[in-house]
């Protein structure tokens, strides 16, 4: 039992091994979103380490009418040379009749090209907390960022 125990783990310890992935330092560019939070965003990411970044957007939503700040936290995984897939959770601010609160989540795939440009897809929905919002609002977008 020991053995296969030992196997397992050293079968399970060379896949994440060679399924690392490097993320970019830093990455800048444009978010844009659909759902119930039409509008688009300044995103800006800073890898904390080889597999977890902080996010950070700033735009206008709700059909270009309101500010909106976002703060995620994300952890990314590998799934192909250069696909990688990601989740995490944050939160934000929103000024939609007063100042809101939101919680948040976020779910996406993203390809790093050759070049210094990094595309993505992602699902966030977001939760009302406090200023008036009330539910659960999707926000589904793509996403065009420089890394550097």
């Given at each position: ?24 330092d830093?990455?800048i ?11 688009g ?25 309101n ?5 995620l ?6 799934l ?15 000024s939609?009749?007063?100042?809101g ?41 793509l996403?065009?960022?420089?890394q550097?």
């Amino acid at each position: 039992m020991k053995k296969v125990f030992l196997i397992f783990s050293l079968i399970i310890t060379a896949t994440f091994t060679a399924n690392a992935q490097e993320i970019s330092d830093n990455a800048i560019g444009l978010r844009f979103g659909g759902g119930n939070g039409v509008g688009g965003e300044i995103s800006y990411q800073k890898a904390l380490g080889s597999n977890n970044r902080l996010e950070i957007d700033l735009g206008l939503a709700n059909e270009f009418t309101n500010f909106k700040a976002t703060g995620l936290y994300q952890w990314v995984w590998n799934l192909e040379e250069k696909f990688n897939w990601y989740a995490g959770f944050g939160g934000g601010i929103v000024s939609a009749n007063g100042t809101g609160i939101y919680g948040s989540g976020v779910v996406g795939i993203e390809y790093n090209f050759n070049a210094p440009i990094l595309l993505s897809i992602d699902y966030r929905p977001e939760i009302g907390i406090a200023g008036g919002l009330t539910g659960v609002n999707s926000d589904a977008s793509l996403s065009v960022r420089y890394q550097f």
